[in-house]
């Protein structure tokens, strides 16, 4: 599908976004009515099996639900990932999102065994997301409610990221933990 005719899609569903957005493929973006997105300049999000020669496994899902808010900055690249916010996630400018990552705001159903029953859905654990500046998020990592990732870290491929972590650090591991500085 070719980006200018997503592109009315977008506008369609309310989502703004900068100038010389690049899709390749055909990505999963939705917003629901009291939710925002933003996605700025120079983005690329890629979406075709063979768009990134990693292994994609999915399209790439952006998903702003109920009152959630994401933003991503200029001149930001992403490879079928999903990222999806009830709460609000930001990324930073230059921050590349390696291939099938996840950046998860919320854990989508209730912890305790009593609330998932009855599916409230204000009893689910929501928590904001920061990621910094000239960020590179390596593939299959998965991004955990509450992280903030300082400006020009690094994570490892396959990471599970929970935290507070500086700039300058390069964090791996499940869980993730910082392993050098920058």
């Given at each position: 599908m070719k980006t200018n005719f997503y592109k009315l899609i977008l506008k369609a569903n309310r989502?703004?976004?900068g100038k010389n957005l690049s899709i390749i493929g055909l990505p999963v973006i939705f917003k629901q009515e009291k939710a925002q997105l933003q996605i700025g300049d120079n983005c690329t999000i890629k979406s075709g099996f063979l768009s990134?020669?990693?292994?994609?496994y999915q399209r790439t899902i952006i998903v702003a639900r109920e009152t959630g808010k994401i933003t991503i900055g200029n001149n930001v690249g992403m490879s079928g990932?999903?990222?999806?916010?009830?709460?609000?996630?930001?990324?930073?400018?230059y921050t590349n999102i390696g291939g099938n990552v996840k950046i998860l705001?919320?854990?989508?159903?209730?912890?305790?065994?009593?609330?998932?029953?009855?599916?409230?859905?204000?009893?689910?654990?929501?928590?904001?997301i920061v990621i910094?500046?000239?960020?590179?998020?390596?593939?299959?990592?998965?991004?955990?409610?509450?992280?903030?990732?300082?400006d020009n870290c690094v994570v490892g491929a396959g990471s599970v990221v929970s935290g507070v972590f500086p700039a300058n650090v390069i964090v791996a591991g499940n869980p993730a933990k910082v392993i050098r500085n920058l």
């Open positions: 989502v703004r976004y990134n020669l990693v292994g994609l990932a999903t990222i999806y916010a009830r709460d609000k996630i930001t990324i930073g400018d705001d919320n854990d989508f159903h209730p912890l305790d065994p009593e609330a998932r029953k009855i599916d409230d859905k204000a009893l689910i654990k929501k928590k904001e910094g500046s000239n960020v590179f998020i390596g593939v299959n990592s998965i991004i955990l409610k509450g992280t903030k990732l300082g």
